[in-house]
Every structure is written in structure tokens, then in C-alpha cells.
């Protein structure tokens, strides 16, 4: 398999998963040109376009594309039924396109029907999770994130999270305020602001090292706790990362 990272509007990746014939899956396409060009210039076949939720910079060039490939098949969840969706999906479906096989996975938090697409190591979880941060609650709760970011947290660890957004600079940058005495996530810091004073993508990443620089991933970690307030052990986890989700939308 070749994954394909395509940037798109501000700072969206449209993902391409390509097996060995050169037929790809498209991952949530924010626009159509830039997907149409890679397609042309690296003599690709579109398989299938996957959609992981309904917001328009995951699903803006579905018309497009479709324009182009009509007879293109798209996959996800109901809340995109009127963005072009041909086949509606649900938790544990598998989707089987030639030599692919995703396994969907339900993700409720940053919208009611955010779903993911896995097949091994490849993980295109949209806005659930970034790295080094989660998705912002537009529709879901915090309790339904947290539960969304532990259901990907029990994927094996060498797990690619293909992401939606560069945020990762952003996502550090609170994770070093909420950590300071962190050396791990220092370290981190200071490589991601190399790849990105240098133009360089930083996903995608892989869920080992989530775990150890994702604060969103480590709300049972004792001096997050303190630091963002919290007596330790006193409340929930959920709670924990329902504080720390707020703080993240305050920072």
C-alpha cells in the first residue's frame, strides 16, 4: 500500500490509499482539483471516497469528483447522506473495495456520527484525533470523546493516525503549557517547529508516540491533574479531559 498525503484549503490533508494495481481510496476530500491532479499525474484509479463526518472541509470536493467519476462509490456515516454518500456505514461494518478492506469505527465527540476508516496500520480518523491534540465537541460530549480517543487508544501502537488538520504546532504548544517539566514532549516541540519552519508536513504520526505527547491521551497522568487544577483521582477521567478539552478552547 501507498498512502498519499494531499494538502488542501488552509491546512487539510486529503488522504489517498493506493494498493499495488494503483487503485485508491480518497479520504475525506475537502476539494476535487487537487485530488483530480495527483490522480492524473500519478495515472491512479479512484476506488472509492471515504467520509469520516459531515463538515464541509472533509466533504467539499465529493461533487467534484463525482462529476469527474460517476460511477465512484462513497462510504459514510448517515450524517453525510446529502453530501454524496452512496453507502451509509455503522460500527464493525467492513468496507471491501478490491484489495481493501476498512474496518469502520464509530467516533461520536467532535460530531454525533464521526466515524474512522482502519485498515491495519493505516487509521484515517478524521477530527477525533490530531496529533499531540482531539477534535473540538461541536455536537458530541466529553464523555463521548474520551470514550472515541480510548476506543483508538486499544489499537496497536505502531497504528499510522492519518489525521485531517496540521495543528500539530498548535496542539504541542498546549501540551508544553499543560507539561512543562515534560522532557518527552519538549523534545517533540521543538522537532515539530523544525518540520514546520521548513514547510513539512507532521502527520502522519503513529499511536506510540501519542501516547507519550498527546495530553488528551493522558488525562489518568498525575500532574496534568494538578496542573490544570484537579485534586488528583478526585473525578472521573472524563471529567478530567472535559476540563482539559475547555482549557484547549480557552487557550
Given amino acids: 500500500m501507498e498512502l498519499i498525503r494531499i494538502p488542501a484549503l488552509s491546512d487539510n490533508y486529503i488522504w489517498l490509499l493506493c494498493d499495488e494495481n494503483k487503485h485508491c481510496a480518497i479520504i475525506d ?7 483530480i491532479d495527483i490522480l492524473a499525474t500519478n495515472q491512479l484509479i479512484p476506488a472509492a471516497i471515504l467520509l469520516t ?13 463525482l462529476k469527474q467519476y460517476p460511477e465512484l462509490p462513497v462510504y459514510g ?16 461494518n467492513t468496507v471491501e473495495i478490491g ?3 476498512f474496518q469502520v469505527i464509530e467516533l461520536p465527540g467532535h460530531t454525533l456520527g464521526h466515524i474512522a476508516f482502519y485498515q491495519a496500520p493505516y487509521l484515517f480518523c478524521g477530527d477525533t484525533l490530531f496529533s499531540g491534540g482531539c477534535g473540538r465537541l461541536f455536537e458530541g460530549t466529553a464523555e ?4 472515541s480517543l480510548e476506543k483508538i487508544s486499544l489499537l496497536p501502537d505502531d497504528t499510522l493516525i492519518c489525521c485531517a488538520h496540521e495543528y500539530t504546532a498548535a496542539n504541542m504548544k ?11 514532549i519538549h523534545n517533540y516541540y521543538q522537532e515539530i517547529l523544525k518540520l514546520r ?8 504520526t503513529n499511536l506510540q508516540t ?18 490544570i487544577g484537579i485534586k488528583p483521582n478526585s473525578i472521573p477521567l472524563s471529567a478530567t479531559f472535559q476540563h482539559l478539552r475547555a482549557y484547549k478552547d480557552r487557550f
Wanted: overall charge negative; charged content about 20%.
Fill in 29 to 35: 476530500p475537502a476539494e476535487s482539483q487537487p485530488v
Fill in 53 to 65: 463526518h459531515h463538515h464541509y472541509d472533509h466533504v467539499g470536493g465529493v461533487p467534484g469528483l
Fill in 77 to 92: 456515516p448517515e450524517e453525510t447522506q446529502d453530501k454524496g454518500t452512496t453507502h451509509i456505514v455503522y460500527e464493525n
Fill in 99 to 101: 484489495s481493501f478492506s
Fill in 144 to 147: 463521548q470523546m474520551f470514550s
Fill in 174 to 184: 498546549f501540551a508544553k503549557a499543560v507539561l512543562p517539566d515534560n522532557p518527552i
Fill in 197 to 204: 519552519e521548513n514547510n513539512l508536513a507532521t502527520v502522519p
Fill in 210 to 227: 501519542e501516547k507519550k505527547i498527546n495530553v488528551f491521551l493522558n488525562c489518568h497522568n498525575i500532574d496534568l491533574q494538578k496542573n
